[in-house]
Structure formats: structure tokens, C-alpha cells
């Protein structure tokens, strides 16, 4: 038996007519951002494919004052998924999820997406790459339209796979863009001219698994969504040795507060490395 092609870009576009229908509605008449709201749209899918069937189809037959607030949770979600933040002060017991839990068939709530956060953002990730940057790209209609997608062969791979390789660099670079997007922000760092100590946090690697400098300041400003680093020093190891612990200064000491939540340490994963993280105490300060 002949092996079947996987679907063409026009069969995607087809498949999903009335994902760009409602895409187009959101942008169009709800004045939503495009970057933030292909995000939301890949969140919703990967909710269809866990077993949410029909989810943006019942969203879309609300009105546009409850798609507003539909929009609103979800935009919540992805911001505790990607940033482990919220996009407003409540509390986990009182997750802002009231309209999204009418749709789903188990109930979810803003730490659902703690407890099941690989699995979360490999997912939505995947439709973001293969699905919405896609069918939510207008370049793209067009050439399908003159016949030049068709033409090039351009095809994509439809079934989610669990070997699909996560491009961090494009993940960092994407999650800033809608995190900015959703707030509003700019991108320019933000200074105080507060001594460099007290802007700095001492940082440590698992003992053979260190971290370069760019890698290091990539993830904090990813973050963060904005630049937030000043500078990053490592530890001068011998040769053949590798380095040990660094230390990292930011632009606003306000950066430490975040980081650390009320924590006397914190714990981060880069590039399946561990760094852990402390406020900074000069040798010459007195205990």
C-alpha cells in the first residue's frame, strides 16, 4: 500500500477555514494583536487535540463581549505557561478561568499548566510552528492563491510527534514578542543607577554542565520579555576545568525580587541545565 503524503499547505488552509474565519474576526473587529492572538489560537487547538473537541468552534458562536473574556483567560494561561506569571493580581484560588471551564470536559485551572508544563508547551509550541504561523499567514494565502505554494511542493508534517525538537531560540524570541504584545510594553531596558552589588545575583551550575555567557542573558531577558541583563561574569576555571558559578547583574535591582518570589534561592532550567540563583553578598560585607 502506497504511503499517504501528508497534507499541503491548501490542505491545512482548508481544513482550518473557519480557524481564519474567527482569526479574522478577532483582528478585524475585536482590534486584537496578531502575534498574541496566533498564541491564543495555539493554545485552543492543542485543547481540541487533549480531548476538548470543538472548543474554538463553541468560542466563536459567543458573543464578542464573552470572546473578549474568553480571550482574556486564555491569554492568563499562556502567560502562567510560558512565564509562570498572570496577567492580574488574583490569587490560585480564585484562577480566572470561569468561561474556559464551561467548554472543557474536566475542570482546569491556572495550575494545571504547572503540573503538566512539558507536556503544556511542547504542544502549544507545536501548533504555534506548524499550524498557526501557518494558516494565520496572510503572505502565505496569497501565494496559495497565485498558485506558487502549490507549485514549490511546500508541505508539513500534521500529526504531532513526541521526537518534535523544540528550537528554544525560537521560543524565546516568539514568547517575548506576544508577552510584549499582550502588555503593551516596550521593549527598552529599564535602569536605576542603584550600586552594581545590589543588582547582582550569584549564580552556580550542576557540577560539569556550565552555561556561556549568551545563554545565560538570553534566558533572563526572555523572561522578562525585555532586556533586563547588564552583564555576565564567570568564574576564570583553570584549563580542562569547567567553571562553577558566575554572577549576574541586571539593570533594576526589582529584577532580584521577581526572580527569587520571597525565596532565598531559585532554580532554573536552560538548555536541560540546571542554575541556581542567590543574592549576591561581596566578600567584604560583614555577616
Same mark, same amino acid.
Given at each position: 500500500?502506497?504511503?499517504?503524503?501528508?497534507?499541503?499547505?491548501?490542505?491545512?488552509?482548508?481544513?482550518?477555514?473557519?480557524?481564519?474565519?474567527?482569526?479574522?474576526?478577532?483582528?478585524?473587529?475585536?482590534?486584537?494583536?496578531?502575534?498574541?492572538?496566533?498564541?491564543?489560537?495555539?493554545?485552543?487547538?492543542?485543547?481540541?487535540?487533549?480531548?476538548?473537541?470543538?472548543?474554538?468552534?463553541?468560542?466563536?458562536?459567543?458573543?464578542?463581549?464573552?470572546?473578549?473574556?474568553?480571550?482574556?483567560?486564555?491569554?492568563?494561561?499562556?502567560?502562567?505557561?510560558?512565564?509562570?506569571?498572570?496577567?492580574?493580581?488574583?490569587?490560585?484560588?480564585?484562577?480566572?478561568?470561569?468561561?474556559?471551564?464551561?467548554?472543557?470536559?474536566?475542570?482546569?485551572?491556572?495550575?494545571?499548566?504547572?503540573?503538566?508544563?512539558?507536556?503544556?508547551?511542547?504542544?502549544?509550541?507545536?501548533?504555534?510552528?506548524?499550524?498557526?504561523?501557518? !494558516?494565520?499567514?496572510?503572505?502565505?494565502?496569497?501565494?496559495?492563491?497565485?498558485?506558487?505554494?502549490?507549485? +514549490?511542493?511546500?508541505?508539513?508534517?500534521?500529526?504531532?510527534?513526541?521526537?518534535?525538537?523544540?528550537?528554544?531560540?525560537?521560543?524565546?524570541?516568539?514568547?517575548?514578542?506576544?508577552?510584549?504584545?499582550?502588555?503593551?510594553?516596550?521593549?527598552?531596558?529599564?535602569?536605576?543607577?542603584?550600586?552594581?552589588?545590589?543588582?547582582?545575583?550569584?549564580?552556580?551550575?550542576?557540577?560539569?554542565?556550565?552555561?556561556?555567557?549568551?545563554?545565560?542573558?538570553?534566558?533572563?531577558?526572555?523572561?522578562?520579555?525585555?532586556?533586563?541583563?547588564?552583564?555576565?561574569?564567570?568564574?576564570?576555571?583553570?584549563?580542562?576545568?569547567?567553571?562553577?558559578?558566575?554572577?549576574?547583574?541586571?539593570?533594576?535591582?526589582?529584577?532580584?525580587?521577581?526572580?527569587?518570589?520571597?525565596?532565598?534561592?531559585?532554580?532554573?532550567? !536552560?538548555?536541560?541545565?540546571?542554575?541556581?540563583?542567590?543574592?549576591?553578598?561581596?566578600?567584604? +560585607?560583614?555577616?
Amino acid at each position: 500500500m502506497a504511503a499517504l503524503n501528508p497534507p499541503s499547505v491548501a490542505d491545512l488552509l482548508l481544513f482550518h477555514r473557519h480557524e481564519r474565519e474567527f482569526f479574522n474576526r478577532l483582528i478585524h473587529r475585536l482590534g486584537q494583536r496578531h502575534v498574541p492572538t496566533q498564541w491564543v489560537m495555539s493554545l485552543w487547538l492543542w485543547f481540541e487535540s487533549i480531548g476538548h473537541h470543538d472548543f474554538i468552534r463553541r468560542v466563536s458562536s459567543s458573543s464578542d463581549q464573552l470572546v473578549l473574556h474568553f480571550l482574556a483567560e486564555a491569554k492568563a494561561c499562556l502567560l502562567r505557561l510560558i512565564f509562570n506569571s498572570s496577567s492580574d493580581q488574583q490569587d490560585d484560588e480564585h484562577e480566572p478561568l470561569l468561561l474556559t471551564n464551561t467548554l472543557v470536559s474536566e475542570p482546569i485551572g491556572l495550575r494545571f499548566f504547572d503540573y503538566h508544563h512539558q507536556e503544556a508547551l511542547h504542544g502549544v509550541l507545536y501548533f504555534q510552528k506548524n499550524v498557526s504561523e501557518i !494558516i494565520f499567514n496572510d503572505n502565505i494565502t496569497d501565494q496559495i492563491a497565485a498558485h506558487q505554494v502549490l507549485s +514549490s511542493g511546500l508541505h508539513i508534517n500534521w500529526r504531532p510527534s513526541v521526537q518534535y525538537n523544540v528550537r528554544e531560540d525560537h521560543f524565546a524570541s516568539s514568547s517575548a514578542l506576544m508577552l510584549n504584545s499582550m502588555a503593551g510594553t516596550s521593549s527598552a531596558p529599564v535602569t536605576d543607577r542603584s550600586p552594581e552589588e545590589q543588582r547582582s545575583m550569584f549564580i552556580t551550575f550542576s557540577r560539569g554542565y556550565p552555561l556561556t555567557r549568551d545563554e545565560i542573558k538570553d534566558f533572563f531577558n526572555m523572561r522578562f520579555g525585555r532586556p533586563c541583563v547588564e552583564m555576565v561574569m564567570i568564574e576564570k576555571a583553570p584549563v580542562g576545568v569547567p567553571p562553577m558559578y558566575g554572577r549576574v547583574v541586571f539593570t533594576t535591582a526589582s529584577v532580584i525580587a521577581v526572580l527569587l518570589n520571597g525565596q532565598k534561592t531559585a532554580k532554573f532550567m !536552560i538548555k536541560g541545565r540546571h542554575l541556581w540563583a542567590r543574592v549576591y553578598v561581596p566578600r567584604h +560585607s560583614s555577616n
